[in-house]
């Protein structure tokens, strides 16, 4: 039996042992563009998925007679090295989940493929939700994003490039609109230019040596459009590890697009750790996000 015969008998394997929890949609059922066919098997590792190769959505479901038809498509983050789940999805999902959101937590591919391939993946997870809404109990016309770090970046470009020609497979899915209803981004990487980019991000997305036009490409500060969906921003000025000039560089270009966007800069708060109550009211943040998915309606019911 080959390596790939191994990984893909592996993977069914946790596909049925994740649907016993939670349903698991694979992203690509006709083939994954692509695909390294002896790329080594996904796994985890300190409690984090590395090795994705064959792309998929895990559904979370709020408690029954709650949804509110809103759905979010989680973005992990992890540098595009490495996915930070956490059990049942993580706190954000059970954050959500009480707010009546359904959640997808979206394992795209990373370092092993790189750009495009992240790209696609969350492209097609939109195609994917917005097609089989009534399937999923959700409104095609509620499909957001949550993205934090590396997935703040996975979503930004989903929201400024859903309709871009190498964000498409040429399947049939392709035909349905790609471009996200809102999304909130937690101290996410924006730019791939110096001197404000997250150096390993840069190397894992677009490689050691990246061509300048690429790296322009997916600075997505100079991506903003006007017919953006509306932004929700949150960091922290203590970022250590992504500094906050991607948030306030991304907002600028935002605000002079007249796209929609919150913004909440904090002065404590260490990366991937804001929910800390150590950090004041930086771990307030879920409580503003939430009042404004409200304020802009995607938190009442049908």
């Known amino acids: 039996m080959t390596r790939s015969c191994i990984a893909a008998l592996l993977f069914a394997s946790a596909l049925a042992a994740c649907t016993l929890r939670a349903q698991v949609i694979p992203l ?34 709020p408690e029954p007679g709650t949804a509110n038809g809103t759905a979010v498509i989680m973005c992990p983050g992890g540098g595009y090295v490495r996915l930070s789940i956490g059990e049942n999805g993580g706190a954000d999902t059970k954050w959500l989940n009480g707010l009546g959101v359904t959640v997808f937590v979206l394992r795209y591919r990373m370092v092993e493929y790189g750009h495009p391939a992240p790209m696609l993946d969350v492209l097609r997870a939109i195609r994917i939700v917005r097609s089989r809404a009534a399937e999923f109990g959700v409104r095609a016309d509620r499909v957001g994003l949550l993205g934090g770090s590396a997935g703040g970046h996975l979503a930004a470009t989903a929201s400024t490039m859903w309709d871009a020609p190498e964000g498409k497979t040429g399947a049939p899915i392709d035909t349905v609109n790609a471009r996200p209803n809102f999304a909130m981004l937690i101290y996410p990487v924006v730019t791939m230019e110096d001197p404000y980019v997250h150096a390993g991000s840069r190397r894992a997305l677009l490689g050691s040596t990246p061509d300048s036009a690429l790296v322009r490409l997916l600075s997505i500060e100079k991506r903003v459009r006007k017919d953006m969906p509306p932004i929700f921003l949150v960091a922290t000025m203590a970022d250590q590890s992504v500094p906050v000039e991607n948030s306030l560089q991304f907002y600028k270009a935002l605000r002079g697009a007249g796209v929609p966007t919150e913004m909440h800069i904090y002065a404590r708060g260490a990366h991937g750790a804001s929910r800390d109550k150590q950090y004041g009211t930086t771990a307030l943040w879920p409580a503003r996000a939430a009042e404004w998915l409200a304020a802009n309606g995607w938190l009442s019911k049908p």
């Open 28 to 61: 690509g059922p006709e083939g994954v563009p692509g695909l390294k066919p002896d790329a080594a098997v996904e796994r985890l590792v300190d409690g984090r998925v590395v090795g994705v190769h064959y792309p998929t959505l895990t559904v979370y479901r």
